[in-house]
DNA sequence: GCGACGTCTTACCGTACGGTAATGCATTAC
DNA sequence: GTAATGCATTACCGTACGGTAAGACGTCGC
């Protein structure tokens, strides 16, 4: 298996795709039209385009259910793929990773 | 101050671009033709480019050096810019992070 | 001063990407 | 069966991006 961070960073890269992973994040998973409801700015078809690069990038899964298509975060290879990368540049942000913390329970 | 996530993934969907980062993060400044010198096959200039990218998102800072140029990575912005990000998916890739940091005390 | 050096800037080119529109292919409703 | 729905796919277009090449600018050695 070759290196997936060139395809992750790159489908990360959109901030479309990055808004449809924090949806998807958030509900759990989401059919296409339950997405394209967020982006009134874009058609359906490219909504689907987007879940296309996200799927080739291993970032989600599709799962049939009835004629409706159902995706979710792929979880092991979003974990896989980005562990590294952060772990290489913990020192730069644990600081503020930790003062993030402390005002969310401050609040 | 904007969103500066955009720039920030815009910047490190590069993968050349993402080198010089981890470059920087290892060896902690360098200068244009240090850095050059580890791209064989890209033109001094491609570098410089990818350095004024850099430098727009705010990842790196530059301090001239006599005709040198230093450059080195900018912590504040990286971690700022992260740590919602890395706080948000935490939970995707805490377990990958630990099995990391397993692997590499097992060895 | 003058020339060599290091870097930035600009112009240019090919390609890749985001977007829409149109078509095809299943699945559901009638 | 027929029509409508939901999504994928293809083709197409404009723009942005990565790359090189060439010139401008400041700095060092002489």
Do not use: C, N
């Amino acid at each position: 298996m070759p290196d997936r961070s060139d395809d992750l960073f790159r489908a990360m890269a959109d901030p479309t795709r990055r808004r449809v992973l924090d949806l998807l994040a958030e509900h759990g998973t989401l059919t296409v039209s339950e997405l394209a409801a967020h982006f009134p700015d874009l058609v359906a078809s490219g909504i689907s385009k987007h879940l296309m690069a996200l799927r080739a990038a291993g970032l989600v899964t599709a799962t049939r259910e009835g004629r409706h298509q159902r995706y979710a975060i792929d979880a092991d290879t979003m974990a896989e793929a980005m562990a590294p990368w952060v772990a290489r540049y913990e020192a730069y942000w644990s600081g503020a990773l930790a003062r993030l913390r402390d005002a969310a329970t401050d609040a």
